[in-house]
């Protein structure tokens, strides 16, 4: 994998990466398919694992329509997909990974969704919800506004606020001994609206291409996967510069204490 990454200039000694806004105990990253969090935040969740922080992965689909191979069964490619995804959170140090099974490619915002994502909101109480950008963007490459990316961002925006937070919503979760919990940040890929950039060393951003390539099910018609998601090292490396870094990820960051007045 080193190799991939060989054509960026890094000194591979330096290791002082500029220190994150704040400690997070618990992160919960809410995805769309089997492979979304590797892509979008794969460096970041190696580095906060490192950092103590217990991660872990909330998927809603099967993933079942990946891979474009209209000969392959559903189920079974579902199943491969969830083995991949373990597979791949584990590589990352990821705690758990839970799945919510629903249909690759049908997801829609709702309250049956709002109310599943508020269940693990309140289930395992993160201090940093990791999801999908909500709005399209017209500027990034079209895959990153896939419409259930769409769907599950803007349900893990209102699960956090204000439905995970508030005891008189889904009052059903009450009964499930589900205490309602504040989220304090969320991280969405920022694409064109990038403002916050998460600093990453090699190791890091290695970690990342390695967990993107187990996913095999996405790369069988690739003649060669690592060069693939080459785009994925130099979108890092490019990042990088801004974060005063040799890598990073880029981020929309969402300060969620309703104390706070707007951003400046
Ligand atoms: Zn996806």
């Not at 997801?107 to 201090?127: M, Y």
């Not at 963007?137 to 995970?164: K, Q, R, T, Y």
Request: aromatic content about 6%; overall charge negative.
């Amino acid at each position: 994998m080193a190799s991939s990454m060989s054509s960026a200039s890094v000194d591979e000694s330096w290791d002082e990466l500029p220190p994150l806004p704040r400690d997070f105990r618990r992160v919960l990253v809410i995805s769309a398919h089997p492979d979304d969090a590797e892509f979008a935040f794969g460096g970041s969740v190696a580095r906060l694992v490192e950092g103590g922080s217990e991660v872990r992965y909330l998927v809603c689909t099967d993933g079942s329509l990946g891979g474009e191979d209209p000969g392959v069964d559903p189920a079974d490619l579902g199943e491969r997909r969830a083995a991949e995804q373990r597979a791949a959170a584990a590589h990352l140090g990821v705690a758990s990974v839970a799945f919510l099974g629903l249909t690759d490619g049908a997801v829609e915002n709702g309250l049956g969704l709002r109310r599943a994502l508020s269940r693990a909101i309140r289930r395992h109480r993160p201090d940093l919800v990791l999801t999908h950008q909500p709005l399209r963007s017209l500027v990034f490459p079209i895959g990153a506004s896939h419409p259930d990316h769409l769907a599950v961002g803007e349900a893990a925006m209102c699960a956090v606020f204000p439905d995970a937070g508030n005891p008189r919503a889904f009052p059903e979760l009450l009964d499930e001994g589900l205490a309602p919990h504040k989220v304090s940040e969320i991280w969405v890929p920022g694409h064109e609206h990038t403002n916050f950039y998460v600093a990453l060393a090699q190791r890091h951003a290695e970690a990342k291409l390695e967990a993107i390539l187990l996913h095999e099910s996405q790369f069988e018609r690739s003649p060669s996967p690592a060069k693939e998601i080459g785009w994925v090292a130099d979108r890092m490396s490019k990042y990088g510069r801004h974060a005063d870094a040799g890598w990073a990820e880029g981020f929309v960051r969402v300060i969620c204490a309703t104390s706070a007045g707007p951003a400046d």
